[in-house]
């Protein structure tokens, strides 16, 4: 019994599927970026900045 074969399998189903992984990586970006962007917004707002 393997304790890690099922991670094992999906570290080699990612890494079989770079553009896939790149992709994802992107998403999660651009997605990180519009929460950052609000919650700095708000930061300045409450400090008076803007």
Do not use: H, W
């Amino acid at each position: 019994m393997d304790y890690f074969a099922d991670q094992r399998l999906q570290k080699d189903d990612y890494l079989n599927r770079p553009n896939d992984v790149s992709d994802l990586m992107v998403l999660g970006k651009d997605k990180a970026k519009a929460v950052a962007t609000k919650t700095l917004e708000d930061v300045k707002k409450s400090i008076g900045m803007l």
